[in-house]
C-alpha cells in the first residue's frame, strides 16, 4: 500500500494505485495520531483511515534542560549508553579495540580494512 513517489514513500491507494493525500490529522494522545488520507484520483476517492504513533527514542534532546523522556530507548540508542557509560568507568585505562587496529595497522604499513 506504499510505494516510492520522488524520493518520498507515500501510501497509494489499493483501489487504484494512485498516491493518497493526508486530508486529517487528529492527535488522540500525546504519541499516537489518527490520520485521514484521501485518494488523488477524483474518479476513485477512496479515503483510508490509520494511526501514527511514536514508540521509542532513537536520539535524546540537545536541549540542556529537556525533560526527560517517556519513550523506552530503542536498542542502538540504550546499546550507545551502556557503551558511554562503560567508557566512562574505564577513563583511560582501556583503549578502543578499533583504535589500537587502526594503531597496528598504521605502524605495519597494512591497508586499513574497510
Known sequence: MSGPVGKRAVFTCDA????????T???????????????????????YTGMSELTSIASPSGLPNAPACELPPTPGYERSLLQQRWRQ??????????EATECNQQECGAPPVS
Request: proline share 5%; charged share 20%.
Open 25 to 47: 490529522s487528529a492527535l488522540q494522545h500525546r504519541h499516537l495520531r489518527t490520520d485521514a488520507y484521501v485518494c488523488q484520483n477524483p474518479m476513485c476517492g477512496a479515503t
Open 89 to 98: 568507568e574505564l577513563g583511560d585505562a582501556q583503549i578502543d579495540w578499533i
Open 16 to 23: 487504484c494505485g494512485t498516491p493518497l493525500t493526508k486530508r
